[in-house]
């Protein structure tokens, strides 16, 4: 059993940065590419990026590109996604996701979760 916790989330303001971090209790994470996924109120979860187990390539949403950066430390069993600058509508519940092979970005392929980090951007 794989088990995910995200932190990092915060209220910042639009044009600041953050940096989410994705760890893992128990089995390694690094046998799984990795998804960051976030939910918006009123609106269905989508996925803005994945990285793959290796850490060798990372694959964003279109909304994500330019902004949004995934990375891993297997020895630490972390991934964090870094967003900057963020922007209101970035303001979201953004989670992790693990347990498959090879990124991808629909979320339904993903058998664990994290429970979430809530990230507000607003002045």
């Known amino acids: 059993q794989l088990q995910l916790v995200e932190s990092g989330g915060g209220l910042v303001q639009p044009g600041g940065s953050l940096r989410l971090s994705c760890t893992t209790s128990?089995?390694?994470?690094?046998?799984?590419?990795v998804g960051w996924f976030r939910q918006a109120p009123g609106k269905e979860r989508e996925g803005v990026g994945c990285i793959s187990a290796s850490g060798h390539s990372a694959t964003y949403a279109d909304s994500a590109k330019g902004r949004f950066s995934i990375s891993r430390d297997n020895a630490k069993n972390t991934v964090w996604l870094q967003i900057d600058p963020l922007k209101p509508e970035d303001t979201a519940v953004y989670y992790c996701?693990?347990?498959?092979?090879?990124?991808?970005?629909?979320?339904?392929?993903?058998?664990?979760w994290g429970q979430g980090t809530q990230v507000t951007v607003s002045s």
């Open positions: 996701a693990a347990g498959i092979a090879y990124p991808s970005l629909k979320p339904a392929l993903y058998n664990y």
């Open positions: 128990g089995s390694a994470l690094n046998y799984y590419a």
